[in-house]
């Protein structure tokens, strides 16, 4: 059985600090791993995508993938009240048609301003 | 506008009454999916299309049928609902089969009294 474990949280930040996501998959062949947003009551969106080791930045987001050891991360530089959500880590298996997409069951994130 | 569609975006029904929520895309995308969301369990992936009468399960098919007869559109059907597809469910749609754009509709909550 293919896992995606995330910490529920909720992960309390003040407004203005580094949040850090992490999650941890159980799958050595994966290959492509995705962060997503999810603001109560809406849909997921998707924000982060990294495929190879070391860091992808874009703007205030930060993905940290690190394969040996399973885990990837999400780092969100001088939070804001804004980024308050669920962040749901997700996990693709070898790049071929129908495998499918694990999720994690999120990370609760609050930014108190 | 590029956008998933899905209807109706709430439904209480009752055990046993044939449902269909339906799915529409406007970006010409192949592949298409439907996912439930739970309390505790995250986001599961229930069946997805990957072109025109072609569909395959995921990973809780049980209860669910699809079709997808036109690009566009991928249904979802209930024919006998229970209890437990009590649910949000979201449809997704991506260009190709690696997720690195994939989009949701904005979700339908399911309760089967």
């Known amino acids: 059985q293919k896992e995606v474990e995330q910490n529920s949280g909720p992960l309390s930040v003040p407004e203005g600090a580094i949040a850090s996501l992490n999650c941890t998959y159980s799958?050595?062949?994966?290959?492509?791993f995705f962060w997503y947003r999810q603001y109560s009551g809406k849909s997921p969106e998707l924000i982060m995508s990294i495929y190879s080791n070391g860091d992808k930045e874009d703007g205030r987001f930060t993905a940290q993938l690190n394969k040996a050891s399973q885990y990837v991360s999400l780092l969100i530089r001088d939070s804001q009240p804004s980024d308050s959500a669920t962040y749901l880590c997700a996990v693709k298996g070898p790049n071929q048609a129908g495998t499918a997409l694990i999720f994690g069951k999120g990370t609760t994130l609050s930014v108190s301003s | 506008e590029a956008q998933v569609t899905q209807n109706p975006r709430y439904l209480i029904t009752v055990t046993g009454k044939k449902l269909t929520v339906t799915c529409s895309q406007n970006?010409?995308?192949?592949?298409m999916s439907w996912y439930r969301q739970d309390p505790g369990l995250g986001l599961r992936q229930i069946y997805y299309?990957?072109?025109?009468?072609?569909?395959d399960k995921g990973d809780v098919p049980e209860g669910y049928k699809v079709s997808r007869k036109e690009k566009r559109n991928f249904p979802l059907i209930l024919e006998s609902p229970s209890p437990n597809q009590t649910s949000l469910y979201f449809c997704?749609?991506?260009?190709?089969?690696?997720?690195?754009?994939?989009?949701f509709g904005p979700g339908t909550r399911l309760t089967v009294l």
């Open positions: 299309s990957m072109n025109v009468e072609v569909t």
């Open positions: 997704a749609s991506r260009k190709g089969f690696t997720y690195n754009e994939q989009f």
């Open positions: 970006m010409n995308h192949e592949y």
């Open positions: 799958d050595r062949g994966s290959q492509s």
